[in-house]
């Protein structure tokens, strides 16, 4: 009985043994077909999601460009960075580790309070940047103390460094971090750090400065820590430019300005290369690499002397008796006067029922055109003007470079104002008056210009072609670099028998027995410099005032002062260089302007950059930076 | 028997397929720690030798002996998971395992064991007669339901479900009518709307990121994604040993543990992937035959109880690893990196050798040692 009964049970229990055994059998065969399918049929598919889990690419950022003045002197260069960063998950106890860091080189509390913020925020194994731009000291003392300062790594990367500090900033303008507009889609801005041109030539060349980012495949664990490095793409550096400014003479030039509110272009009159472009005060591009604080940023632009204007484009100033070759042009050109034909000054002319002054009250005698612009008789440039009408000045102010912006290639460049008949009514909706027109005469009134459309003025003048102002030997041609093609200038259009007069009066500006600027006579052998003053009112002389007496600048508040102007170029019997000089409310331009003008030239004329030979780039590697000439 | 009889009557065979998959276990451990001992396979090797001494000696224990208390074996399991219950209770967190100084004990492993071997003796003592009487399964049903409840409430899904289809396999083999299985199938699942909300939110997010992995790929999908990726980018011949890029560069989760065979299938491919699967079918054939060999019912239904859960072991976590199945925490058997499976599984294999070597003897209807 018992055994039956068992032996049903054995029946049944290999029965459904089997089919057990069958079923698992279905699922151990499903997991390998699971496994087939996985394996072999989307084999390729899941290999590429592997290599893109584990394969990072990460973009080198390529050296930028350097900015090299006209013999290969470094304006613009990368420095070595070093940076001390902390990894908190190497350090025992992060709080401690800064303690000791802070005992080793300076560490502010801001910076402490930083990295334990980011510490908080990052992965443990982030490097973190506790300090930038270490020295070598400082680098020093951390490495010497390496045992005590756990997790702390110092790191080396390349950063802007302008070795000359403000003296070309205006031209070179600065590189900063970049910002959400700047945003192009080229991922080199996206790095952490990166840096990009955001004035000046720094940001006019930016993409050829650039280069091209190298980039390198690490690989990398899930949380994104790098294993190591799998493949490594260098990229291209940015390209080298070339200005065509002296930094010698830039430098001799902002120092000669000194603390003056002024600017001060110098130019190659054959090539049009700009040798100056000074601007003054200035400011240190290193500090906008740097990062400005709010306080130093507030401190730049509330400063009324504009540091941060680079004057020499964007400062607009009537031109005042610079102008008067100008006129005296216009005036030829139409025949409304003749060099010899005198006009009689009083010292002042009656205008209707007002009275217009010269600026010599006791009245200059009769006046031929070299003698009007030698001695800068207004009397006689209010008559001739009044002959001639404004539309023709702004016409004749046109051909010699004013009332148009140069392109001289300078963001923030102003384009200045010749004012005509018609331009007044379309603006201010008034007709043109007489005394309008006397204003004119004198380079005063709606007149505006920039320092470097008279230093273009002055270039004209002495050559008789349109010179045009360069700034870099180089040109950009979509996004590469190349060597500026030699130019050659047009023409204009100007007689030259008329344009020999005007420089006949600029001549004895300076050399003649009572040109307005004679003390500041070159005083070099065999040199002569022609040029003309300029002093111009920033506020009008009330009648009540210039009965009084007039005051002398320094009793009046400095913004009140007149501008100091003085265009010239040297040397008369075969110029070579033309400058402007403006000090703002600086006072006279022969008192003020002249003597630095003067001392600007005789440095042009020594250095002579313009015959100097190029020097090649090897020996420019080796020219320590600001070597004394 | 004498012990030398004994000795002489195991199946030496299958002691070394165990070895032999055991032995593909420290490769990959060694492999896990980036080609380290250190910090599992020393100590799994070790554990495995002591698990190996455990299995030898409970294969000698006498089955009868085994059957005698196997109510009082699966009574004090079930106090210790009442006691880790209200531990957890206490201690306000899930916490299923007893620290024993040199093993974290968990009660609900023992259970998948002490329900084998308890069914076995109920169902040895019933005759196939009353096996057909629902009234007779009322006990047994018991005897399933309450620790499957308590394991439920550590919570611990996937266990439970192990030690209810281990026991639904031996109900099955005992002989209990097919219908009375559909009819239950029928009523769990018309109870699933009621028995979703009362799951926590974990386990609801698991099925529903199992049935949608797409739902959450960087949540809980991530692990099943990542170890499908490890899985498929193996490939045939695979990466090579200890060059599988998903698992060292961290991208798989555990690969000591739940995930091992993700990291062997993407070292070794797909043949290293199906050697194994069929050495774990070796060790199943083993078992089957072993069940099929015995003279007593207790015998089989043990034999067969203990296989079934050695397979629902590996098919669990292989079928997880590859997707087939929602993420379970369950171990792959002697390869994964941790003692109380091992243990759980060596209890099994010791018990399945200790009814090759007593396959012969007799057993009464009350586990007797000699009435027929």
Not at chain 1, 18 to 35: D, E, F, H, K, N
């Amino acid at each position: 009985m018992i055994i039956n009964r068992d032996n049903d049970r054995i029946r049944l229990f290999n029965r459904r043994a089997i089919v057990l055994g069958g079923g698992q059998s279905l699922l151990v065969s499903a997991l390998v077909g699971r496994m087939y399918y996985l394996q072999v049929i989307e084999a390729d598919r899941y290999r590429m999601l592997a290599e893109e889990n584990r394969i990072n690419l990460r973009l080198l950022p390529p050296p930028r460009g350097r900015v090299l003045d006209r013999f290969g002197e470094p304006l613009a260069v990368n420095r070595q960075n070093f940076r001390v960063l902390i990894v908190s998950e190497q350090t025992r106890d992060l709080a401690a580790t800064l303690d000791a860091l802070a005992s080793v080189i300076d560490l502010s509390e801001y910076d402490r309070d930083r990295v334990q913020k980011e510490v908080r925020r990052r992965r443990s194994f982030v490097p973190i940047t506790v300090r930038e731009n270490l020295d070598w000291e400082e680098m020093a003392r951390i490495q010497v103390n390496a045992p005590d300062l756990p997790g702390v790594i110092v790191d080396e990367g390349l950063t802007r460094h302008y070795p000359q500090t403000q003296t070309a900033a205006h031209v070179l303008g600065y590189v900063s971090s970049v910002d959400e507009d700047d945003l192009t889609g080229d991922p080199l801005l996206q790095l952490p750090g990166f840096r990009i041109g955001k004035a000046g030539m720094e940001q006019k060349f930016d993409l050829a400065l650039r280069g091209a980012g190298g980039t390198s495949q690490v690989e990398v664990n899930a949380v994104g820590r790098v294993i190591r490095e799998l493949e490594r793409k260098e990229g291209e550096a940015g390209t080298d430019l070339m200005l065509t400014l002296d930094e010698r003479l830039q430098r001799y030039t902002a120092e000669r300005l000194g603390a003056e509110s002024a600017a001060s272009v110098v130019m190659d009159i054959h090539t049009g290369e700009v040798l100056v472009m000074a601007s003054t005060p200035s400011y240190d591009p290193n500090a906008f690499n740097r990062g400005l604080t709010q306080r130093e940023w507030n401190a730049l632009v509330g400063d009324p002397r504009a540091p941060m204007t680079n004057k020499a484009i964007s400062g607009q100033y009537s031109p005042g008796s610079t102008f008067k070759m100008i006129v005296a042009l216009a005036a030829l050109e139409q025949g409304a006067i003749t060099p010899e034909q005198t006009v009689a000054c009083k010292g002042y002319t009656d205008l209707g029922n007002r009275r217009v002054h010269c600026w010599e009250e006791r009245g200059h005698g009769a006046m031929d055109m070299v003698q009007a612009i030698a001695q800068s008789c207004d009397v006689y440039f209010y008559e001739v003007a009044r002959r001639v009408g404004v539309d023709r000045i702004a016409e004749m102010a046109s051909r010699l470079g004013l009332g148009a912006a140069t392109g001289v290639g300078l963001a923030g460049e102003r384009a200045g104002l010749l004012p005509t008949e018609a331009w007044k009514r379309a603006t201010i909706g008034e007709t043109w008056q007489k005394g309008d027109t006397f204003n004119v005469g004198i380079g005063q009134g709606y007149v505006l210009t920039t320092p470097l459309q008279l230093a273009v003025m002055a270039a004209r003048l002495s050559t008789g072609l349109a010179v045009e102002p360069v700034l870099t030997r180089q040109v950009m041609i979509e996004d590469t670099v190349v060597q500026r093609p030699p130019q050659a200038f047009a023409a204009l259009n100007v007689d030259p028998t008329h344009i020999a007069v005007a420089r006949q009066g600029m001549f004895e500006v300076l050399n003649g027995p009572r040109g307005t600027a004679r003390a500041s006579k070159l005083r070099l052998k065999d040199m002569q410099m022609s040029g003309k003053t300029g002093t111009t009112q920033v506020k009008r002389i009330t009648m009540a005032e210039r009965e009084a007496g007039l005051p002398d600048n320094d009793e009046i508040p400095w913004n009140e002062r007149t501008h100091a102007l003085f265009v010239a170029y040297a040397p008369e019997d075969n110029p070579r260089y033309a400058l402007s000089v403006i000090v703002e409310h600086g006072g006279g331009g022969a008192a003020v302007a002249a003597p630095i003008a003067r001392d600007i030239m005789t440095e042009v004329l020594k250095l002579d950059p313009s015959r100097k030979p190029r020097v090649n780039d090897d020996q420019v590697a080796g020219t320590q930076p600001g070597s004394p000439v | 028997m004498t012990l030398t009889e004994k000795l002489w009557q195991m199946s030496w065979s299958l002691v070394f397929w165990l070895c032999a998959i055991a032995t593909i276990g420290f490769f990959m451990l060694y492999s896990a720690a980036n080609a380290s001992l250190d910090p599992w396979t020393t100590r799994q090797a070790m554990r495995f030798g002591l698990g190996l001494v455990m299995l030898l000696t409970i294969a000698m224990i006498d089955i009868r002996l085994v059957m005698r208390y196997a109510y009082p074996l699966y009574a004090i399991v079930l106090v210790l998971l009442v006691f880790v219950e209200v531990r957890g209770v206490v201690g306000g967190g899930a916490q299923r395992w007893i620290d024993l100084g040199v093993i974290n004990l968990q009660p609900s492993e023992l259970m998948k064991v002490a329900l084998v071997l308890a069914l076995a003796r109920y169902f040895h003592s019933l005759s196939l007669e009353d096996t057909g009487r629902p009234t007779f399964l009322i006990v047994p049903l018991l005897m399933v339901f309450v620790p499957v409840v308590l394991i439920l409430r550590q919570p611990d899904l996937g266990t439970s479900l192990m030690v209810v289809m281990g026991a639904g396999v031996l109900f099955f083999m005992a002989g209990v009518r097919l219908w009375k299985f559909i009819t239950l199938i029928v009523a769990t699942l018309a109870a699933i709307p009621i028995a979703w909300p009362r799951l926590a939110e974990y386990q609801q997010n698991r099925i529903l990121t199992f049935i949608n992995p797409e739902r959450d790929p960087l949540g809980a999908g991530y692990h099943i994604l990542q170890s499908k990726i490890a899985l498929g980018s193996g490939g045939l011949f695979g990466k090579g040993f200890l060059q599988g890029t998903q698992s060292h560069l961290n991208f798989l989760p555990e690969q000591q543990t739940d995930f091992i065979f993700t990291m062997l299938a993407e070292e070794m491919g797909l043949v290293g992937g199906v050697t194994l699967i069929g050495l774990y079918v070796i060790v199943l054939i083993y078992g089957f035959a072993i069940a099929l060999r015995c003279r007593h019912q207790f015998g089989r239904l043990v034999a067969i109880g203990v296989t079934t859960t050695f397979f629902l072991y590996v098919f669990i976590n292989v079928a997880m690893v590859m997707g087939l199945i929602p993420v379970v925490g369950v171990p792959l058997p002697l390869i994964s990196y941790g003692g109380t499976a091992l243990l759980t599984i060596m209890l099994c294999m010791g018990l399945l050798m200790s009814v090759y070597v007593h396959r012969d003897v007799q057993i009464g209807v009350r586990g007797g040692y000699d009435d027929g």
